[in-house]
């Protein structure tokens, strides 16, 4: 946990920088996630109630409290990306990944998750993928695009 000490004291201790605690110790997660000892953790480093720093982990979507892919896949579910044909990316995304919104693969390697809006209606249908945004896709295009993040991975692993 000195890692979370870390980030607290490069932050500061106010509360009002709880939110980018909380994500830069999110960030800092192999599993991208924020553990029920971190919440801890950061609730001890910065002097604020448990129940504050759990609140503000769940009510925002960017967060989660489990154990996630290394690689974050989202969906956008608003009616750009719906009258735009996502229903046919997300389609194709599920079919090569084997998995449905809300799972993680069995390597541990992509997570799938919808949100409400990317903000990138002007290229709808859109994919966020980690802090990349992928916009006027196919499905042929997305699933490229995940076998080159799965092609990378491989190589740095073989390397």
């Given amino acids: ?19 980018q605690v ?24 910065m002097n604020i109630s448990r129940s504050r720093v759990y609140s ?6 960017e967060i989660s409290l489990k154990p996630r892919g290394i690689h974050i896949i989202r969906i956008c579910t608003n009616a750009p990306c719906e009258n735009a044909n996502k229903a046919s990316i997300l389609a194709a995304i599920k079919q090569e990944l084997g998995i ?11 997570s799938l998750e919808s949100v409400n809006c990317l903000g990138a209606c002007y290229m709808s249908p859109a994919i966020k993928i980690d802090d990349a945004v992928y916009g006027d896709l196919t499905p042929e295009a997305a699933v490229a695009i995940i076998r080159d993040l799965r092609k990378e991975y491989q190589d740095e692993q073989n390397a």
């Fill in 1 to 19: 946990m000195t890692a979370i000490k870390e980030v607290v004291n490069w932050f500061g201790k106010k509360e009002a920088l709880l939110l």
């Fill in 22 to 45: 909380i994500l830069a110790v999110q960030d800092a997660d192999p599993q991208n996630h924020l553990s029920e000892e971190a919440v801890n953790e950061i609730s001890r480093e």
């Fill in 56 to 61: 503000t982990a769940s009510f925002y979507s």
């Fill in 100 to 110: 449905k919104i809300g799972q993680t693969t069995a390597d541990g390697l992509f």
